[in-house]
């Protein structure tokens, strides 16, 4: 089993940053795809971000290109997410996702596991 775990949500006001972690354990993630999706009330799950774990090649959605950063730390086997200019739009709960097959790319029931979640409260 591969266990998901994200933290560094929080509230920040319109134009901060917040930096969020997924520390991932249970397997190694050579093949896989990491991804960010986000889910705010009344809306369907979205997607982020994701990378490949082994070579580190990235994937944005559009409205998060220029803002936001998706890494990871294989060392570490960690993910994170850099959230710089952050709008009132972008508050959700944030999930982590791993894809075994490494295939998932933005969509969401490709994804095999997923961490809890964490909040992100943008003010304006």
């Known amino acids: 089993q591969v266990q998901l775990v994200e933290s560094g949500g929080g509230l920040v006001q319109a134009g901060g940053s917040l930096r969020l972690s997924c520390a991932a354990s249970?397997?190694?993630?050579?093949?896989?795809?990491m991804g960010w999706f986000r889910q705010a009330p009344g809306k369907e799950r979205e997607f982020v971000a994701a990378?490949?774990?082994?070579?580190?090649?990235?994937l944005y959605a559009d409205s998060v290109k220029g803002r936001f950063t998706i890494s990871r730390d294989k060392a570490k086997n960690t993910v994170y997410l850099q959230m710089n200019s952050l709008k009132p739009e972008d508050t959700a709960v944030y999930y982590c996702?791993?894809?075994?097959?490494?295939?998932?790319?933005?969509?969401?029931?490709?994804?095999?596991?997923w961490g809890q979640g964490t909040q992100v409260t943008v003010s304006s």
């Open positions: 249970g397997r190694t993630f050579s093949s896989y795809m």
């Open positions: 990378i490949t774990w082994s070579g580190g090649s990235t």
């Open positions: 996702a791993a894809d075994r097959e490494g295939l998932g790319y933005g969509l969401a029931y490709n994804y095999d596991y």
